[in-house]
T-cell receptor, first 111, second 120 residues
Framework: ELKVEQNPLFLSMQEGKNYTIYCNYS?????LYWYRQDPGKSLESLFV?????AVKQEGRLMASLDTKARLSTLHITAAVHDLSATYFC???????????FGEGTQLTVNP | GAVVSQHPSRVICKSGTSVKIECRSL??????MFWYRQFPKKSLMLMAT?????????EQGVEKDKFLINHASLTLSTLTVTSAHPEDSSFYIC????????????????FGPGTRLTVT
């Protein structure tokens, strides 16, 4: 059974600081997704990582994938309040786009 | 592009009644649609995968007779919660992946805005 674990589950940080969210998964997969969810809303796609060593950046967020270590990271640079949300990673099971989600990381950025 | 809509966005129903939720891809043809449920402050759990014109594939532990899924066309999938009970109250989210490989990332899933179901 595929397990996807995120760390930390809760993160409170100050504006301007940097931090990293980790996503570990238990079985082979070459496709990993990061999503953002605001309270009461659905998911917003952030990144799709398709191969080992993939790195993508958008604004203050950067995601990377190490398929050998079964680890993805979401790095936040110089956080701002607008980044406050819950962030999910998700792993594709068996290439059929069936996703298993991590527990989510609830990020709060304080002024 | 790649917009997915859901209807209704919010529904309240009495215990024992059935509720239908629609998921539509508005600007692309969705060969596959997925249905998820999410409890408050929890993660998303995949319920089933539906392909146009064929029976849905349900995840382990999901009752197919209770959660009826129909994917009648390349732009519409429906989830019917039959004989709903309070424990079925949840946030139901659909997603779609499509044929438009030139326009969109073929590995991307596009999520609908979700339907909040409350069973009283």
């Amino acid at each position: 059974e595929l397990k996807v674990e995120q760390n930390p589950l809760f993160l409170s940080m100050q504006e301007g600081k940097n931090y990293t969210i980790y996503c570990n998964y238990s079985t082979t997969s070459d496709r990993l997704y990061w999503y953002r969810q605001d309270p009461g809303k659905s998911l917003e796609s952030l990144f799709v990582l398709l191969s080992n060593g993939a790195v993508k950046q958008e604004g203050r967020l950067m995601a990377s994938l190490d398929t050998k270590a079964r680890l993805s990271t979401l790095h936040i640079t110089a956080a701002v309040h607008d980044l406050s949300a819950t962030y999910f990673c998700a792993v594709d099971i068996g290439g059929g786009s069936r996703l298993t989600f991590g527990e989510g990381t609830q990020l709060t950025v304080n002024p | 592009g790649a917009v997915v809509s859901q209807h209704p966005s919010r529904v309240i129903c009495k215990s024992g009644t059935s509720v239908k939720i629609e998921c539509r891809s508005l600007d692309f043809q969705a060969t596959t649609m997925f249905w998820y449920r999410q409890f408050p402050k929890k993660s998303l759990m995949l319920m089933a995968t539906s392909n146009e014109g064929s029976k849905a594939t349900y995840e382990q532990g999901v009752e197919k007779d209770k959660f009826l899924i129909n994917h009648a066309s390349l732009t519409l999938s429906t989830l019917t919660v039959t004989s709903a009970h309070p424990e079925d109250s949840s946030f139901y989210i659909c997603s779609a992946s499509g044929l438009e490989r030139r326009a969109f990332d073929s590995y991307e899933q596009y999520f609908g805005p979700g339907t909040r179901l409350t069973v009283t």
